[in-house]
């Protein structure tokens, strides 16, 4: 009996010691100060790593801290299969800004859909990527059939330093990405100084341990101008702009989080740009527009000489969707 209850309080302390460590590998988690890690120069790196890549837009950039971080996991979300072109696109323009002094956006990149993922909203479509100024020549793509095996294809690629960026995509909720995978993926991207995106569709944002997490949905497009520039620039009522997303910082641990912001994508020079209100509430778009921008198709029957108008104040991110290809 003396023996048992001996046998009990030892496995009870080895469970408190157990927790102990957990709770201090999450503490050191928060409080790692991430520009500047041992793990970002390990492996005989002699040089200490750019620590962001700056999206080219100062407000949004100030709050990151310098950008997103490249030696880190980043997750994006959307919660809905609609703004799966916008989630898409947003990623192909952040894999090809002309921001990153260092090679970025030439750099290859692996792109794992996990299962379900092409699904509903389709495979990658090499033209629509190519539009938004990607180079699907760069492009890995590998669709393995279970998660599982999706998540070491990324801890595996996350270690090397031959890639430019990982990128995970995952469709739903998903207990398999808790805090203990999203630990392991982020420590693995501090140590080969190399990014990890973790996109996610139709999900709700859940504990990990990525630094920073946004959320995207497909924006409005304004009207294109032609000659821009030039004496003779112009805008062109009832054209389509380029495509825009509707940004919001979830989660910042390098500065305040809850700001939303409305970036258009400008593939030819390969930057983001902000229309004239650069920042703006949901509401604000409604009332201006008449259409939730995210729905993106234009309700024709009215009169017919709006339905050119229409069809550019409700655009959303197309070559965005353009991007996805549906057989």
């Given at each position: 009996m003396t023996m048992m209850l001996r046998k009990q309080v030892a496995v009870r302390e080895t469970q408190r010691r157990a927790l102990a460590r957990l709770r201090q590998d999450i503490a050191d988690i928060e409080k790692r100060d991430v520009r500047f890690d041992a793990a970002a120069l390990s492996y005989g790196q002699t040089e200490k790593p750019k620590m962001f890549l700056p999206l080219g837009v100062a407000d949004l950039d100030q709050k990151l801290g310098g950008g997103l971080m490249r030696p880190a996991l980043t997750e994006i979300y959307t919660d809905g299969a609609r703004d799966a072109g916008a989630l898409t696109g947003l990623m192909a323009a952040i894999l090809s800004l002309s921001t990153a002094t260092d090679g970025w956006s030439q750099k290859p990149v692996l792109w794992i859909s996990a299962a379900g993922v092409s699904g509903e909203t389709g495979a990658l479509y090499g033209a629509g990527l190519r539009a938004l100024g990607f180079d699907p020549t760069r492009l890995f793509l590998t669709a393995p059939k279970r998660l599982e095996d999706a998540l070491w294809i990324c801890e595996e690629a996350a270690r090397t330093r031959g890639l430019g960026a990982t990128v995970l995509d995952v469709r739903g909720h998903t207990a398999k990405l808790d805090l203990r995978e999203t630990r392991r993926l982020h420590m693995r991207a501090q140590a080969s100084t190399q990014p990890v995106f973790l996109l996610r569709q139709s999900a709700l944002p859940q504990t990990s341990a990525a630094p920073q997490r946004l959320t995207v949905k497909?924006?409005?497009?304004?009207?294109?101008?032609?000659?821009?520039?030039?004496?003779?620039?112009?805008?062109?009522?009832?054209?389509?702009?380029?495509?825009?997303?509707?940004?919001?910082?979830?989660?910042?641990?390098?500065?305040?989080?809850?700001?939303?912001?409305?970036?258009?994508?400008?593939?030819?020079?390969?930057?983001?740009?902000?229309?004239?209100?650069?920042?703006?509430?949901r509401s604000d778009t409604f009332t201006q527009h008449g259409l939730a921008a995210g729905r993106g198709r234009p309700r024709y029957g009215a009169q017919n000489q709006n339905q050119n108008e229409r069809f550019s104040t409700s655009a959303t991110a197309t070559a965005a969707e353009a991007a996805h290809f549906i057989a």
């Open positions: 497909a924006s409005t497009s304004h009207n294109s101008e032609v000659l821009s520039g030039s004496d003779f620039a112009e805008i062109r009522p009832g054209s389509i702009g380029p495509p825009g997303f509707e940004i919001t910082v979830d989660k910042n641990r390098n500065g305040p989080a809850g700001s939303t912001y409305i970036l258009h994508w400008n593939a030819h020079e390969r930057i983001f740009f902000t229309p004239p209100k650069s920042r703006t509430d």
